[in-house]
């Protein structure tokens, strides 16, 4: 049987279980990983010299490969053209799209570093598995070093309408180097008919049903939603209800019901609309006062990013409003916490939730959403409230779905939520659990690898 090589910007640490929940992606992969796999990526480490030699590490019979950047590459690939560039463009957000031509041309380099430490440890016949937004380049840079073999892209985060892709001056190169692939994978159908249609107006290709036919190759797009491992985060969560640290949790509620929202600090989660909807909750229903406390969890990220470092203060500065307008002396709504937590820990934090909100204005798909259904107790389940802008909204339309530009809505969700009597918690979260047991991370990796499969 073929290889799997797995190419992704970020590597977790081998095997990992406790791993703390910065991003879903190598999350929902490590689950999958089989031994003989090879993965390979940043190391996550900026040094002034980089060697370009991979360091190879073993974990349970799958081979981690990763290298380091170096300072320019880190501002001009990480911090630049794909974080202020791509992320915010693929989020829908022109306004926060910063684009400098040597960003773009330092996102190409690192891409050909990556195939020149790649190319060496491929064999003929592997299969080439690249994720995200980071890696567009990596096919052309491949072939144009001579691998022949079969490479796969996947986009965890949305795509967009011609319309927004437009305004990035090297969208047609990007189109062009995902058309070096020979399939090319998104989370849901909606963003694969935009990369379609994009394609189709600027690249001059032909588009045949899902196909795009470039010099007569063909290139395959496909939707495959992500999902995650749902019976092990089930039974992780089931445990950690009984552990010390929820115990000291439930204590701290005092009966009161949580509210939980946990992601990465980051403009595209809708963080402040969320904040303005509970703030509108306690305003607008001054009954759930004393009933209600929200935990955000929001592990600092990319904190090189100038809009991350603006956002940050922006919320310290929500928080400290909402928590000075409605706290009493023994009740405070809203507990704020930029840590990471462990998964196992916010397994148990879901599991014991009435609410779980996931808001975000744009998101890929959100395994988050998943997670915390996968971790309610079916006999006295929470209720999702979820961003109709989320990938993830397409699956699970039992949740709650609202427009989270819209904090009134977001208030009257929660307690559309807290109000919610058993036999309706139930039923919702019955249909919930059937489709995040239906669509897993193993069924997302083997759709995408038969579909990669030489024909
Ligand atoms: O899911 C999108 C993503 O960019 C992943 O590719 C990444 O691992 C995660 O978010 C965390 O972001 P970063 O790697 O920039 O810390």
Request: glycine share 8%; proline share 5%; charged share 20%.
């Amino acid at each position: 049987m073929a290889r799997l090589v797995i190419v992704s910007n970020r590597v977790p640490p081998p095997r990992t279980t406790g791993a703390a929940s910065a991003g879903g992606l190598a999350v929902a992969l490590q689950s999958f990983v089989e031994p003989g796999t090879l993965w390979f990526g940043w190391s996550g480490r900026v040094v002034e010299k980089p060697s370009g030699k991979p360091r190879i590490v073993d974990g349970q019979g799958v081979t981690y490969a990763t290298i380091d950047l170096n300072g320019q590459d880190y501002d001009r690939f990480y911090v630049g053209f794909a974080n202020s560039s791509l992320w915010p463009l693929l989020h829908f957000r022109l306004g926060l799209m910063r684009y400098r031509r040597e960003d773009f041309e330092g996102y190409l380099a690192v891409n050909g570093d990556f195939a020149d430490a790649l190319l060496p440890m491929l064999r003929p016949d592997d299969m080439v598995w690249v994720h995200d937004y980071h890696l567009i380049p990596l096919a052309a840079a491949l072939r144009a070093r001579g691998f022949a073999g079969r490479i796969g892209f996947f986009l965890h985060i949305p795509f967009v309408p011609a319309s927004v892709l437009e305004a990035l001056p090297p969208a047609y190169d990007l189109l062009c180097a995902l058309c070096a692939f020979d399939v090319v994978g998104f989370q849901t159908r909606t963003h694969l008919a935009d990369f379609l249609d994009c394609a189709r107006r600027f690249t001059g290709f032909t588009v045949e049903g899902d196909e795009v036919v470039t010099n007569g190759r063909h290139v395959r797009a496909i939707a495959d939603p992500i999902g995650i491992d749902a019976a092990g985060f089930a039974r992780v969560a089931g445990r950690a209800a009984g552990t010390a640290y929820i115990k000291r949790m439930r204590e701290s509620l005092s009966g009161r019901a949580l509210a939980i929202s946990a992601e990465r600090l980051d403009y595209s989660k809708g963080l402040p609309n969320r904040f303005e909807g509970f703030a509108r909750l306690l305003a607008r229903y001054p009954q759930q006062q004393r009933h209600i406390s929200m935990l955000q969890i929001a592990a600092r990220s990319r904190e090189d990013v100038a809009e991350y470092q603006a956002l940050r203060r922006e919320l310290d500065r929500l928080a400290g409003d909402i928590n000075g307008r409605f706290s009493q002396f023994d009740w405070v709504p809203l507990r704020y916490m930029t840590q990471t937590v462990a998964r196992t820990k916010l397994a148990g934090l879901f599991r014991i939730a009435r609410i779980g909100i996931v808001t975000p204005l744009r998101d890929g798909m959100n395994l988050v959403a998943k997670e915390f259904v996968a971790a309610q107790d079916p006999a006295d389940p929470g209720v999702l409230i979820l961003s109709q802008f989320a990938g993830a909204a397409e699956e699970l339309t039992d949740a709650l779905l609202v427009n989270p530009y819209d904090p009134d809505a977001i208030a009257d969700a929660m307690n559309t939520a807290l109000e919610m009597p058993l036999g309706e918690r139930q039923q919702r979260h019955a249909a919930l659990r059937r489709a995040v047991f239906e669509v897993t991370a193993a069924r997302y990796c083997n759709v995408f690898v038969d579909a990669l499969k030489p024909a």
